[in-house]
């Protein structure tokens, strides 16, 4: 079984910055992509950056120029580093994971949630 655990969120105030980070673990035999999402209550989880194995990388339009998702391979982890944080990037981030495990298996996982809230 392949999970994600998040790490890094919190309080900050507006214009500061945070890095949120994504381990997987369990029986993986590729990732393929890796990304982070946000949530605010009620609404859809959108897309905030994503890595795919083929290098290619994936951005919100309202995170660009601000937020960079980065990738270490041998420790299975993707980073998230946010700068310039603004109040409307409150929200829960979910990691999420995608690739095959040992047996040949397609996974796709979210992680539990990491808050992060900033202050105006």
């Known amino acids: 079984q392949v999970q994600v655990v998040e790490s890094g969120g919190g309080l900050v105030q507006a214009g500061e910055s945070l890095t949120l980070s994504c381990a997987a673990s369990g029986n993986i035999f590729t990732i393929n992509a890796m990304g982070w999402y946000r949530q605010a209550p009620g609404n859809q989880r959108d897309l905030v950056a994503r890595v795919t194995s083929g290098h290619s990388y994936e951005y919100a339009d309202s995170v660009k120029g601000r937020f960079t998702i980065s990738r270490d391979n041998a420790k299975n982890t993707v980073y998230l580093q946010m700068n310039g944080l603004k109040p409307e990037d409150t929200d829960v981030y979910y990691c999420?994971?995608?690739?095959?495990?040992?047996?040949?298996?397609?996974?796709?996982?979210w992680g539990q949630g990491t808050q992060v809230t900033v202050s105006s």
């Open positions: 999420n994971a995608l690739g095959y495990d040992s047996h040949r298996r397609i996974y796709d996982v």
